[in-house]
């Protein structure tokens, strides 16, 4: 059981935009900032997104985040083939006082 | 680059010890926090363990507490994580990861725990 809650699976046709969710409480997501994290099959995980909506140099700009209250969540427009991927949310838990993650989230492109 | 590259892993029996390490190169290791991130198989991500740029802190999940030590060699730029007293449910994919906020990962080391 993640500490962090994301749906099992998504899915989209090319060109749609989607949406995944990350649901925490007040003392991961509320207190701090989120992070998302992309593995593509047979990967390492990427960093995808850090303090909420920040993207690392090089993530193409149809990759977004936000953050309100204890929900966070990661949008992909104008989906790709090779977005086909799973996707993590991650956050620091202020009472566990480490880091916690999502059980992730499986997107499939239709 | 930032790179990261673990070794170390290997099978086991349930009971043994295993030593990972992780070398860095490409930046100021000095500079940064690590962890050890792992992933069972078929499962998703489960952090494990982080050491400060000092090495005089460390933190574990519960998970591996008393069984696992974090511990790093800032002049040779490298990371480390003991096992002992590895059990089945301790196989996975071990990552070392910079930060937070885990902005680089390795490619990754595989335990597995099995008699």
């Given at each position: 059981q993640s500490v962090l809650t994301q749906p099992p699976s998504a899915s989209g046709t090319p060109g749609q935009r989607v949406s995944i969710s990350c649901s925490g409480i007040s003392s991961n997501i509320r207190s701090d900032t989120v992070n998302w994290y992309q593995q593509l099959p047979g990967t390492a995980p990427k960093l995808l997104i850090y303090s909420n909506n920040q993207r690392p140099s090089g993530v193409p700009d149809r990759f977004s985040g936000s953050k309100s209250g204890t929900s966070a969540s990661l949008a992909i427009s104008g989906l790709q083939s090779e977005d086909e991927a799973d996707y993590y949310c991650a956050a620091w838990d202020d009472s566990l006082n480490s880091p916690v993650f999502g059980g992730g989230t499986k997107l499939t492109v239709l | 680059q930032v790179q990261l590259v673990e070794s170390g892993g290997g099978l086991v029996k349930p009971g043994e010890s295993l030593r990972l390490s992780c070398a860095a190169s490409g930046?100021?290791?000095?500079?940064y926090y690590m962890n050890w991130i792992r992933q069972a198989p078929g499962k998703g991500l489960e952090w494990v363990s982080y050491i400060s740029t000092s090495g005089r802190t460390h933190r574990y999940a519960d998970s591996v507490k008393g069984r696992f030590t974090i511990s790093r060699d800032n002049a040779k730029r490298s990371l480390f994580l003991q096992m002992n007293s590895l059990r089945a449910d301790d196989t996975a994919i071990y990552y070392c990861a910079r930060g937070p906020p885990f902005d680089f990962w390795g490619q990754g080391s595989l335990v597995t725990v099995s008699s």
């Amino acid at each position: 059981q993640s500490v962090l809650t994301q749906p099992p699976s998504a899915s989209g046709t090319p060109g749609q935009r989607v949406s995944i969710s990350c649901s925490g409480i007040s003392s991961n997501i509320r207190s701090d900032t989120v992070n998302w994290y992309q593995q593509l099959p047979g990967t390492a995980p990427k960093l995808l997104i850090y303090s909420n909506n920040q993207r690392p140099s090089g993530v193409p700009d149809r990759f977004s985040g936000s953050k309100s209250g204890t929900s966070a969540s990661l949008a992909i427009s104008g989906l790709q083939s090779e977005d086909e991927a799973d996707y993590y949310c991650a956050a620091w838990d202020d009472s566990l006082n480490s880091p916690v993650f999502g059980g992730g989230t499986k997107l499939t492109v239709l | 680059q930032v790179q990261l590259v673990e070794s170390g892993g290997g099978l086991v029996k349930p009971g043994e010890s295993l030593r990972l390490s992780c070398a860095a190169s490409g930046f100021t290791f000095s500079d940064y926090y690590m962890n050890w991130i792992r992933q069972a198989p078929g499962k998703g991500l489960e952090w494990v363990s982080y050491i400060s740029t000092s090495g005089r802190t460390h933190r574990y999940a519960d998970s591996v507490k008393g069984r696992f030590t974090i511990s790093r060699d800032n002049a040779k730029r490298s990371l480390f994580l003991q096992m002992n007293s590895l059990r089945a449910d301790d196989t996975a994919i071990y990552y070392c990861a910079r930060g937070p906020p885990f902005d680089f990962w390795g490619q990754g080391s595989l335990v597995t725990v099995s008699s």
